[in-house]
Each structure stands twice: as C-alpha cells, then as structure tokens.
C-alpha cells in the first residue's frame, strides 16, 4: 500500500486527488490537506466583486466531494515538509503533527509578497481571495468620480483579473449614468498586453479598451502606495480614487527552505511534474517554476500529468505523461469584446486570438461545468 499526501485543495490538488483516486486501486490511501475546506474557483471572484454573482455560487464544500472519491481530507496548516522522514506537519487546524507520505503532490499555490510594497496592505485594494473581493465591492459602490487605478505590481502574474476590472467597472459606471465622470486607468510594468502573448494579443486588447475609454499607463512598477498615490521605482506618482493592484507573487513558503526552489521561491520540476533535486516529490500549479503568468489550466493539466505519473510510479514504471506549457486564456469583456487568446509558451510561435460574445458566455459555462463535475 502506498501513501499519498497531497498538499493544497485548489485547482491542482483537487484535480490531482480526483485523478489519482481514479487511477490506482482502492489498497492505496490518498490523504488531501488543505487550510480551508472551501474550495474557490477563484476566475468568478471579478464577477463576485461586481455582483454578478453570489459567494455560494464560486466556493464548495472539498471534505464531503473528496469523501465521495475516497480521499481522506484535513483541514490544517502545513507548516512544514521533511522529505528524509518523508513527513508533513500540520499546525493550526484540525490536527497538529506529523503525517507520513510515500509520495507527496505539492500544490500549495502561490504567496501575495504584499510586504514588498509599503502601503500596499493599508491603501491598496485586491481582489486574489474572497475577503478581499467583497471589500473592494464595498470600495466600488461607493465610487462614482474621480480616477481608478487599476494594476499590477512587478512580478505579479496574473493579467486576466487586471483587464476583466477595468471592463467590469466601465461597464458599471456606464449602467449608473456616471461614466463620463470617471477616469479608468490601467498600470502595468510593461505594455499593454506584455503576459497575454505577443503583439497579435496586444492589438485586440488595444482596441477593446479604447473601446471602453480605458487608458494604460505602460512602464509603471509601483514600488510603494501612499494614501491618494501609487509610486513608481523611478519617482513617477499617480493619483487615484480608488486602487485595484496586484502585489508581486512568490512561491509558497512551506517549500521555501527544501533547496528545491528559484530566487522568487518557485519549485523546480521537470516535464514529468516532478520536483527536481527530492525523490518521491511531484510539484503542480502556481507554485512551480514556469515562464509567464500563472493560470488555473496551467494547474489543472500539471496536475493530470503528475497523476499519470505517479500511478506510473508507483506500479514501478517511468513516466507517461509529459507537460506542455500553454497559455489559453478567456478575458471576459461583458459583450462582444471578450478574448481568447491561446499561445504555445515553449514554442516561438504567434499566439491565436479570437473575438465575441461568445467567450464571454463560454467563461460562465466553465465556472457551470466545473461545479457539474467536480462537485
Ligand atoms: C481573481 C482571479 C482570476 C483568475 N482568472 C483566471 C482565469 O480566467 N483563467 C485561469 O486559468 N486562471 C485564472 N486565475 C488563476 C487560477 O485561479 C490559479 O492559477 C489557480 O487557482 C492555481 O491553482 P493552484 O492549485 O496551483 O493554487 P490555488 O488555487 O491557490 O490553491 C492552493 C491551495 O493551497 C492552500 N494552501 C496554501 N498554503 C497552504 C498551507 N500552508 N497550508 C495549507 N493549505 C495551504 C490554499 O488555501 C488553496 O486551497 C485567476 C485567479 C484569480 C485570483
């Protein structure tokens, strides 16, 4: 009998429990350990902040969908990974100690470097859980003049929730009469477009935001925000009303002192998903270290990969299955001016873009599929 411990009940840990239960036989145990037994499908939290939808529609309850596929789930904290014992500690939850593992699935996600930033915690709004989603939602109705800010730090990897903001409360602003009151603008440490592919992907999201009247400042890395102002490494200020912004990412903390890790943090893996440098160690999701922005297909897919190959594994087989790092990504308009965008990232190749309402609704009927399948 082998046991598996996966750590991390998002996108990556709850597809790797789901296709690991199918995968091998019922004489193995699969345990999924997670600090929250709320799993968040965390695309629809733009639409949460903008009321489009309600908490219960995006969150489900992992411990009974998990019970279900016979994967055992705790509620705890990991604080911290032996991989010569071949244990995890769990603090903080609802046990505290040690847990033994023959083969462990990392997917603790990524880390908000929000410290990097001074004024970030006190003057800036984010939307990257749900708390924080339904206290900008207070910010936004409050807000019917002036400028909003809307960004990204440096070293933040997520363009999608940037762009999707900036639609959503034009759109709002619009429905309210008060649109011509407001200034929208969007900053970013590099230009318009920069994580979403190539200059292909650019020229649609151009035209969908001067369609929108949504300005964008390029070459801006915030480095620190003050009450009424957002300021740049190189002095550069900009005032705002209200400020959406996302702080720079890290790789999770738990893996930090394994020597498995890049300078920000992110896990080393190979295209088997496995951890390079630990034996018995598979890694997948926003914690690893691959180039561009840090998507929940990305996770998913790695999340296949490390399954297949664990079941591999653990029959005494090499690996079946590799990853191939693609970006494929829906930025939800409200109309017809949603984008797809598809790009190889390991292939110097133009990416594919594609235009319409279409993508707007086919978003929504994702959110629909996953709570149809996964719970
Ligand atoms: C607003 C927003 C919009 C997005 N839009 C899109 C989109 O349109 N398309 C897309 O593909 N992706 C999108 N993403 C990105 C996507 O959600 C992530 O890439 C995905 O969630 C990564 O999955 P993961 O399993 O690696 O990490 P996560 O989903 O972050 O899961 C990590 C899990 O580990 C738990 N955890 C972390 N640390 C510990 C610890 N020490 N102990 C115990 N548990 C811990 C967390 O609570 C969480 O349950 C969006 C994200 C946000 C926030």
Redesign the pocket.
């Known amino acids: 009998m082998a046991r598996v411990l996966i750590?991390?009940?998002?996108?990556?840990?709850?597809?790797a429990a789901e296709s690991l239960a199918k995968g091998l036989g019922n004489e193995h145990q699969i345990t999924l350990?997670?600090?929250?037994r709320?799993?968040?499908?965390?695309?629809?939290?733009?639409q949460l902040a903008f009321g489009k939808c309600e908490l219960d529609d995006v969150s489900f309850d992992?411990r009974e969908t998990m019970l279900s596929r016979r994967v055992s789930f705790i509620e705890?904290?990991?604080?911290r990974i032996d991989p010569d014992a071949r244990t995890v500690t769990?603090a903080h939850?609802e046990t505290e100690g040690k847990h033994f593992y023959d083969y462990l699935i990392y997917?603790?996600?990524?880390?908000l470097a929000t410290e990097r930033i001074p004024g970030f915690y006190e003057h800036a709004h984010h939307?990257?859980?749900v708390d924080k989603?339904l206290k900008f939602a207070k910010a936004v109705e409050n807000f019917n003049e002036g400028r909003a800010v809307i960004g990204q730090c440096p070293e933040a990897r997520?363009p999608?929730?940037v762009y999707?903001t900036a639609f959503a409360l034009s759109r709002l602003l619009e429905e309210r009469g008060v649109r011509d009151r407001a200034r929208i603008t969007i900053v970013d440490p590099d230009q318009v477009g920069f994580q979403c592919g190539d200059a292909v992907a650019a020229g649609a999201l151009t035209n969908a935001l001067a369609t929108h009247g949504i300005e964008f400042l390029s070459d801006f890395p915030i480095d620190r925000v003050t009450p009424g102002a957002a300021i740049t490494s190189n002095g550069q200020a900009i005032n705002f009303n209200l400020l959406m912004l996302l702080p720079p990412f890290r790789g999770?903390?738990?893996a930090s002192y394994l020597g498995i890790t890049n300078q920000e943090g992110y896990i080393n893996v190979n295209a088997a998903m496995r951890v390079v440098g630990l034996e018995r160690m598979y890694a997948?999701?926003?914690?690893?270290n691959f180039s561009g922005?840090?998507?929940?297909?990305?996770?998913?897919r790695?999340?296949n990969v490390a399954a297949a190959n664990l079941v591999a594994e653990i029959g005494g087989h090499e690996p079946v299955s590799s990853y191939i790092h693609e970006m494929?990504?829906?930025?939800?308009e409200g109309g017809a001016d949603s984008i797809y965008l598809h790009k190889d990232l390991w292939v110097d190749e133009p990416s594919s873009v594609r235009q319409g309402r279409f993508w707007s609704w086919a978003?929504r009927a994702q959110e629909k599929y996953w709570e149809a399948v996964h719970f």
């Open positions: 750590l991390g009940g998002g996108f990556g840990g709850v597809v350990i997670s600090r929250s709320r799993f968040v499908f965390y695309p629809a939290l733009v992992l705890a904290e990991v604080a769990t939850g997917a603790l996600g990524r880390r939307l990257l859980d989603a997520l999608v929730p999707e999770s903390s738990a997948i999701g926003d914690c690893v922005p840090k998507m929940g297909h990305m996770a998913v790695q999340a494929k990504l829906v930025i939800d978003k």
